[in-house]
């Protein structure tokens, strides 16, 4: 477990070392549908599209270096689903297997109400049974498999959508 951390609002010189995490992930074929290193430029507009109060950007730093990050995303991009959120996790290499992800999702379900999140939402590849497992713990549910959606190294595969209803007392939008 990680004994000493905090978690802030990444800041824009926080950039590039949420790139190089990221990046250390597409040789896996297990995280991200990405097959080349990305570039921090081409991050740039991503990381603005984050707002602390809205759709936060996350990193985890222990003894002064990055080594994890969450990020909320809109989903789909259409007022009526303003109140769900896609979350993605990426943890340095050197840091997996430390109860990382889990301070970060239990963070995030707590922001929801705050953030005006009903649902939040995982886009996991079937293969990635850590990630399902890791959900899985914290109560979200398989709402969707799309087989063979994926083409990683001439191998095709599964993505799945686990998602999470963080709050139950929301407008169920039959009126009062």
Same mark, same amino acid.
């Given at each position: ?24 992930? #597409? ?38 270096? #990055? #080594? ?20 993605? #996790? ?87």
């Amino acid at each position: 477990m990680l004994k000493q951390y905090t978690i802030e609002d990444a800041v824009i010189e926080d950039l590039e070392c949420i790139v190089a995490i990221y990046n250390e992930t #597409i040789d896996s074929r297990m995280v991200t549908a990405d097959l080349e290193p990305v570039s921090v430029e081409s991050r740039r507009s991503w990381f603005y599209e984050h707002s602390p109060h809205f759709r936060p950007l996350w990193v985890v730093k222990s003894e002064g270096r #990055i #080594i994890a990050w969450l990020s909320f995303q809109s989903f789909y991009g259409r007022p009526a689903y303003l109140a769900t959120a896609e979350i993605s #996790i990426y943890i340095s290499s050197n840091n997996r297997a430390q109860g990382i992800g889990s301070i970060l999702i239990e963070k995030a379900i707590q922001a929801c109400p705050r953030l005006s999140i009903n649902t939040l939402l995982g886009f996991i590849f079937a293969h990635n049974v850590p990630s399902l497992s890791l959900l899985k713990k914290f109560g979200f549910d398989q709402w969707a498999y799309l087989p063979k959606v994926a083409i990683l190294d001439e191998v095709e595969r599964d993505l799945v959508i686990v998602g999470k209803r963080v709050v139950e007392n929301a407008s169920d939008g039959m009126g009062k």
